[in-house]
């Protein structure tokens, strides 16, 4: 069906201009630029019988009636092909924006998602640190209660021997004054030792040998010193025991 306002060519079950929107319920769809259909004329009708005497009045034209309605032409409009190309593009550029709207969203998650990412293996990192430097730490706890354990028993035995060692330096300095006295003693009696060694010899009624000092073989209950010529002086001869090899 032709609109007659904008001459649009529409689809024949549309009510309404799919370019201009103006009805198309008319009862023909004669573009509305068409000429309009000229006023009809409506003759008197003729007078009845009764009137008849008064035909000597002049009659009065009949009056002629003009359509109450009479469309006017709606202002021109663009043509429909100009409105489908705006309309197109306003859908590509609606289109476009969509599809631009996606993928600055679509790469702004993956942004966040990559730093999300990075913050979750820093932060399994950072925990495997923290359990690896745990474990360090009860093992440096351990070691450290060992060698506590081990000082303190060290301690304790050092304790031990350092009171053994007092006592022994008090032995010690008692045996060296021991000693420092046998030492002057020897001092003393030494030249008298060396006196009877060299020069003296013993003899007894026991047996006819002459002795050193050491030896077990003469009489202590009764004994002469003499020195080594006057024993042999008094035929007395060297002791087997004492004397061997003379």
């Known amino acids: 069906m032709i609109c007659k306002n904008c001459g649009y060519e529409n689809n024949d079950a549309s009510a309404f201009c799919a370019e201009c929107g103006a009805p198309l319920d008319w009862e023909d769809n004669t573009p509305a630029n068409a000429s309009a259909p000229e006023t009809p004329v409506y003759a008197a009708p003729a007078a009845p019988a009764y009137a008849q005497p008064y035909a000597a009045y002049p009659q009065q034209p009949a009056p002629s009636y003009a359509p109450v309605y009479a469309p006017q032409p ?3 409009k663009p043509k429909g092909k100009g409105s489908r190309i705006a309309l197109t593009v306003t859908v590509i550029f609606l289109a476009l924006a969509l599809i631009g709207g996606g993928i600055f969203g679509y790469l702004l998650y993956k942004q966040k998602t990559d730093e999300i990412n990075a913050l979750e293996a820093e932060k399994t990192a950072l925990s495997d640190q923290l359990r690896q430097q745990s474990d360090d730490a009860g093992t440096l706890a351990d070691d450290y209660n060992d060698l506590s354990a081990k000082y303190d028993a060290l301690s304790g035995d050092h304790d031990t021997l350092k009171e053994q060692y007092d006592a022994l330096s008090k032995d010690y ?63 007395f001869t060297p002791c087997p025991n004492c004397h061997a090899g003379e």
Not at 212 to 228: G, P
């Open 74 to 76: 709606a202002p021109e």
């Open 173 to 235: 300095t008692a045996l060296s004054e021991d000693y420092d006295a046998l030492a002057e003693g020897y001092d003393e009696i030494w030249p008298e030792y060396d006196f009877f060694t060299d020069f003296a010899v013993i003899c007894s009624d026991q047996n006819k040998y002459y002795h050193t000092y050491e030896c077990e073989d003469w009489d202590r209950s009764a004994f002469w010193i003499y020195n080594l010529d006057a024993a042999k002086g008094k035929d």
